[in-house]
């Protein structure tokens, strides 16, 4: 690279914007070229000490409207919509799926249990529908 060349790269070179090649050849000539390196450092030196301006408003008004311009406003949609037509993932599913089917076949033995339990009351019971009293005996 060239003295011209790298001088009017310096400045990408300080911010890193450059390629990784552009960036290695002027890293090369900066190392070899004394008035390239001055060139740098005063650069360097200079945006370091130097405050950055703000922009004016009517910079400011100008990116306003080139965003607004690249990304217009749609209107709010309705959010059940939205999650009506989302799409559910697999895992989540199968997900559903499985806890559905652990509470049916959880939820019919526990309300037997708690019937049990509420007929007893912790007194004994008797078992009427047997033929001999084997319900009595002691053990």
């Known amino acids: 690279m060239g003295c011209a060349e790298v001088a ?3 400045i990408g070179y300080h911010f890193a914007t450059l ?24 650069l360097k030196r200079t945006s ?4 950055l301006e703000k922009p004016s408003a009517a910079v400011k008004a100008r990116l306003r409207a080139n965003v607004a311009a690249a990304f217009p406003e749609k209107g709010p949609r309705p959010a059940r919509v ?5 799409r559910i ?10 806890v559905a089917a652990t509470l049916a076949l959880a939820v019919p033995s526990i309300l037997r249990e708690q ?6 009351d912790g007194a004994a019971q008797i078992d009427s529908a047997r033929e001999r009293a084997s319900a009595f005996q002691i053990y």
Not at 82 to 86: D, F, G, V
Not at 89 to 98: E, I, N
């Open 8 to 10: 009017g790269h310096l």
């Open 19 to 42: 390629e990784e090649a552009e960036r290695d050849g002027i890293e090369t000539h900066l190392l070899g070229c004394h008035a390239c390196l001055g060139t740098y450092l005063a």
């Open 48 to 51: 370091e000490q130097r405050p």
């Open 82 to 86: 939205t999650l009506l037509a989302r």
């Open 89 to 98: 993932p697999l895992y989540q599913g199968l997900f559903a799926v499985a």
């Open 115 to 120: 019937q049990h339990a509420a007929i007893g």
